[in-house]
């Protein structure tokens, strides 16, 4: 190998080392019957690679959870999936979780919640955002419709069935498409009701391949 060459590769190799992804996060969580013995909340992530253009999803089941603690674990739920240190953006809907990590609040209720967040924040640059709930954002209407797949379902939901929901909420032309995302989701959750498994194919988005993921390390 020349000493040229070995230059070339050991600039892409630092390159990679101290890249540092862009990422933004639409996290929400859902608690059904809050307050009662039967209470099932479960947590739902967009997460968007912004340099890749590549999209993970989440959907998670947190159990017998108030709405407050789940809105927490959406963030750290989300924030796990991530295997690089990254500049992120938070979204979300919940004053409670986007004032307290402003500062606005103390975290006098809930701390071990609170601890595994700012566990998760740890070696990120976040900005933490507010946004207002069912105002027709994208991607935060599909974190609302998992995290209301994954506390109805009582499971989360497999990692076949979210890349399928990846590539229905962005279509060939990139034109994003909520309501075929719904439809294919109501298909995904009445097969977790009848407790039938189905294997789906692997779906992606085209971005710059060459650039580390945020979502491998």
């Known amino acids: 190998m020349t000493a040229m060459k070995l230059d070339r590769e050991n600039g892409r190799c630092n390159k990679a080392a101290t890249y540092t992804p862009i990422v933004s996060i639409y996290a929400d969580a859902l608690c059904l019957r809050n307050g009662f013995s039967e209470t099932s909340a479960g947590c739902g992530a967009v997460i968007v690679d912004r340099n890749r253009m590549e999209l993970n999803l989440i959907a998670k089941y947190l159990g017998p959870l108030t709405t407050q603690q789940a809105e927490i674990l959406a963030c750290v739920k989300a924030l796990e999936e991530l295997r690089r240190p990254c500049r992120i953006e938070i979204f979300s809907d919940s004053r409670y979780v986007i004032d307290t990590m402003n500062g606005r609040n103390r975290m006098k209720s809930n701390r071990p919640f609170w601890g595994r967040l700012v566990e ?18 994208l991607f935060q209407e599909a974190a609302d419709r998992l995290a209301r797949a994954a506390s109805t379902a009582r499971t989360d939901l497999l990692s076949d069935d979210l890349e399928l929901l990846t590539e229905h909420l962005s279509d060939e032309s990139n034109r994003l498409n909520i309501r075929s995302f719904e439809i294919e989701l109501d298909k995904i959750i009445s097969h977790y009701t009848t407790s039938e498994n189905t294997a789906y194919a692997t779906a992606k988005l085209h971005g710059v391949a060459s650039l580390p993921s945020a979502f491998s390390s």
């Open 120 to 137: 998760q924040s740890y070696g990120h640059h976040i900005t933490w955002r507010w946004i207002k709930g069912h105002d027709g954002l």
